[in-house]
């Protein structure tokens, strides 16, 4: 309930300042009916917090970015609020065109490698063509390493690469209300190949594994808006809710509260957020902390992009 407190403000926040600016974008907008006018910066990054957004990089771009988390805050002084323990995730994104994207990256939380696929296949415009919202497609892999583990008495793997194995398929539609707001839906849904929920669900018993149940496949609905409050300075929200009859045994919806602070070709992003890793399963379907409980995770996002190849 508190989730969906904390959207609700933000979204009457956002409408009233929604009216305020809603003027100066139609005059911006309708130029010329003659032609097509594209809506550009919906969202200033390619990622709202630990999320996608609709953005895509432009030909040629790519963006190094780091993507940083911390314990939880409850811990108190003596882990120093959760700042003495700290997972990250390296990732690298390249645009094909200026529409399709791809990137791959490697997150120390339960030593997963992932790839992405990503396509923009609408865009929000009005003049000739009219159209309303800005479409995104994003396709990811993930698979983890730190259970990549050898039997060295039989020189096998104990736990086969299908079984630490997840997929993605993500919608994410987009419309920019005003200079100040935009809001987007991002329906997900993930494949849970693997059979194995944390390191701490299988146990070793001589040479033989014992696994735990198979996962289920998880639909979740996605929410995400962003708040421009000054000409550097913007407030995102972004939060997932997982299906009942598709949430994994006690689990968590993921909602993050963040900062965007952009300074010239660098977007550095700071959060709150009570979801454990940065890949789409594990931040959506293992997140295993609550808010209210005070398992708040503060973390920062760093983003630069380089010009590698002809704009």
């Known amino acids: 309930m508190k989730s969906i407190k904390l959207i609700i403000v933000f979204l009457f926040f956002c409408t009233t300042l929604v009216a305020q600016d809603d003027t100066d974008l139609m005059k ?21 917090i630990t999320g996608h957004t609709i953005e895509t990089l432009g030909k040629g771009i790519l963006d190094v970015r780091i993507l940083h988390r911390f314990a939880p805050i409850n811990r108190g002084l003596y882990d120093f609020f959760g700042l003495d323990y700290a997972s990250m995730r390296l990732g690298f994104d390249y645009g094909i065109t200026n529409n399709i994207m791809v990137g791959i990256g490697r997150s120390t939380w339960q030593k997963t490698y ?11 415009s009005t003049g000739a063509v009219n159209m309303p919202v800005t479409l995104t497609f994003v396709s990811t892999f993930a698979t983890r390493s730190d259970l990549a583990r050898k039997d060295t008495l039989n020189n096998r793997i104990l736990i086969n690469f299908a079984d630490r194995t997840s997929f993605s398929e993500q919608l994410i539609v987009s419309r920019k209300f005003s200079n100040n707001f935009s809001l987007q839906f991002m329906p997900i849904f993930i494949f849970n190949h693997n059979k194995i929920d944390s390191i701490n669900t299988y146990t070793k018993n001589k040479d033989n594994i014992v696994y735990g149940q198979k996962r289920k496949n998880t639909f979740a609905l996605g929410f995400g808006g962003r708040l421009k409050v000054s000409k550097r300075v913007a407030i995102n929200l972004e939060y997932y809710y997982q299906m009942p009859d598709a949430k994994p045994g006690i689990r968590f919806n993921s909602l ?16 709150f957020t009570n979801a454990n890793g940065m890949t789409e399963k594990s931040f959506i379907t293992d997140t295993d902390d609550k808010w209210r409980d005070g398992y708040i995770r503060f973390g920062f996002n760093i983003s630069r992009v380089f010009k590698v190849g002809k704009p």
């Open 114 to 124: 992932d790839a992405l696929f990503k396509i923009k296949i609408l865009k929000q």
């Open 28 to 48: 911006q907008l309708e130029k010329d009916s003659n032609k097509t006018n594209y809506t550009t910066a919906t969202f200033k990054s390619t990622r709202l």
């Open 256 to 271: 993050s509260l963040g900062v965007d602070i952009e300074t010239g070709g660098h977007i550095f992003q700071m959060h």
